[in-house]
Nanobody
Framework: QVQLVESGGGLVQPGGSLRLSCAASGISISFYVMGWYRQGPGKQRELVATFTSRGSTNYADSVKGRFTISRDNAKNTVYLQMNSLKPEDTAVYYC????????????WGQGTQVTVPS
């Protein structure tokens, strides 16, 4: 049984900060590319950031310089530090894990809501 559980979402004023956490069970994230995606109501899910098992990171242009993805393999947890939040960041944020060697092994969390009012 694989489970990804997001936490840390909430309502934050524009310019504020929030840190999301994704705790994994049933897998060891050291073998996975971990990522954060987001989806607003009625919108497509989009990539926010990824962190590979080898330590490289990638960010959507819309969040570069504001968001930072990190991972703690000992805690089997990935984080998304979100700074300078904008109303456009309002979405459900989902944790994602893709096995680095067997990419068909892909898992999603249930999501955590982030709201930045305009």
């Amino acid at each position: 049984q694989v489970q990804l559980v997001e936490s840390g979402g909430g309502l934050v004023q524009p310019g504020g900060s929030l840190r999301l956490s994704c705790a994994a069970s049933g897998i060891s994230i050291s073998f996975y590319v971990m990522g954060w995606y987001r989806q607003g109501p009625g919108k497509q899910r989009e990539l926010v950031a990824t962190f590979t098992s080898r330590g490289s990171t990638n960010y959507a242009d819309s969040v570069k310089g504001r968001f930072t993805i990190s991972r703690d393999n000992a805690k089997n947890t990935v984080y998304l530090q979100m700074n300078s939040l904008k109303p456009e960041d309002t979405a459900v944020y989902y944790c994602n894990a893709v096995h680095a060697a067997v990419t068909s092994q892909k898992y999603w969390g249930q999501g955590t809501q982030v709201t930045v009012p305009s």
